[in-house]
């Protein structure tokens, strides 16, 4: 089996497994318990957010765990949007944010009578830094763009566009949950108001994940989680500590591994797009010319359908846009942000590969451009054969 979709979930790093294990067998009681187990646990809870904070250099107070990314922009977007000034009325999201930012803008913007205005790519999926400029104003609650988009992988100038958001007293969140193990992220954490970040993204278990809000922005939020007063207030509910546990570890590793992993992720992908780019005709790859992930590769065949190919390919993991969306059979909203047509963007696949190249990979030890160039010929002999069936020109 050949899994190349890392982008949508990721296997448990071997030590974060064993950690989980050796957890299962203690007595972890409620860390808001004062006995000795729930002193325990709340001793792994404050470790981990001394790992995730390190490892983000972010202040401490300001790891609000939640069970995952969606659930931090909830809480960051709507504590912003309903404790936002009566004449703040907008919020600016870019065009290729990820489903869990629009749909979370949309629904905290229609509880306030706010208006939610989409910021433009260019044709390489990169934020239009004019067209930001234009539209920031001291009228604008909140500004969302992610550091690294999950279909493409294309980077986006984060630091930039918090310099002109602050030039209007406009916070910006930023969505940096694919960037953690893949790419360095700190500049861009350094520069906004807000991030979230994702423990199944990062090789940790799922169930976890975190808001970094600055400490100071943090004190503002309106809660829209309550409950016990957990994590400061923003997110009631008992902590799930064994995974926020693991994903301190997971994050802990991403930081030291993320040399590494970089390097063996961009020779599968390289060796993937050159050897696909060379066998199949008109084969494309979306984003090329911008800084991408190492390991996301988004492609196109002319005239292949995406499905249809990987129907043809059942030893294949891949997918065709946002796992999240992948049951929508709609073309991908991020291709089409970018001026891809609704046809092409059906022609579309995303692979994202692992630090280990792919599973096959990990298993025989093969060479991590070995199981890229495989992976290539696999799908560039069967978009040949899907091209054959329909009669078209090879
Ligand atoms: N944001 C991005 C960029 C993602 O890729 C994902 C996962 O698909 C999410 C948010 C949602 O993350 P979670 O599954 O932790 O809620």
Known sequence: MYTCDFNATTPLHNSVAELLAELARRPLGNPSSPHASGRFAAQILDSARTRVAEACDWPRSGVVFTSGATEAIFIAIAGTVFSAPAARRRIILSAVEHKAVQSAAQFAASQVGMRV???????DGVIDLAAAAEALDSDVALLCVMGANNETGVLQPIEELATLAREHGVPLLSDLCQMPGKAEFRRELSAVDMAVISSHKVMGPRGAGALLVD????????????????E???????????AIAGFGLAMSLASDELA???????????????????IAPGALVHGANSIRLPNTSFIAIPGVDADDLLHALPQLE???????????????????AMGVSPAVAQQSLRLSFPPG???????????????????????????QQLREAMGAPA
């Open 117 to 123: 205005q989409s910021l433009p790519v260019t044709a």
């Open 215 to 230: 400490p100071a922005l943090k004190k503002t939020l309106t809660p829209v989680l309550h409950g016990g007063g957990q």
């Open 260 to 278: 590494d992993r970089r390097s063996r992720m961009a020779l599968a992908r390289d060796a993937f797009e050159r050897q696909l780019v060379s």
């Open 318 to 336: 891949a997918s065709t846009g946002s796992a999240c969306q992948s049951a929508a059979p709609t073309p991908s909203h991020v291709l089409l």
């Open 232 to 242: 400061g207030g923003l997110r009631g509910g008992t902590e799930n500590v064994s």
């Open 357 to 383: 190249g792919t599973q096959k990979q990990i298993q025989e030890s093969h060479a991590e451009a070995t199981a890229g160039r495989e992976v290539a010929d696999l799908i560039g002999s069967a978009a």
